[in-house]
């Protein structure tokens, strides 16, 4: 099993930054890809971005330029750096491990003011 504990949420204005972690723990060794994806109130889930384990990266459209993934995996922890906040991004932000299985974490809020 894998756990994920994200932190770094909270409450920003509109222009702001915030960068989120995600750290692993637990049968981490054969985790590939991991990534953040977010869900706002009344709408799916939807991908942010994603990083494989050798570094390869994809981002969704509307976070592209303003946001950026990296991982250390050395302290099996994947981070979401996010500059330029817009209310739109307002959400739970989940982390995601892709291995033999796949393993979310319980969410941390993102709250953006206008």
């Known amino acids: 099993q894998v756990q994920l504990v994200e932190s770094g949420g909270g409450l920003v204005q509109a222009g702001g930054s915030l960068r989120l972690s995600c750290a692993a723990s637990g049968i981490t060794w054969n985790i590939n890809a991991m990534g953040w994806y977010r869900q706002a109130p009344g709408k799916e889930r939807e991908l942010v971005a994603v990083i494989g384990s050798g570094g390869s990266t994809n981002y969704a459209d509307s976070v592209k330029d303003r946001f950026t993934i990296s991982r250390d995996n050395a302290k099996n922890t994947v981070y979401l750096q996010m500059n330029s906040l817009k209310p739109e991004d307002t959400a739970v932000y989940y982390c995601?491990?892709?291995?033999?299985?796949?393993?979310w974490g319980q969410g941390t809020q993102v709250t953006v003011s206008s």
């Open positions: 995601k491990a892709e291995g033999r299985k796949i393993f």
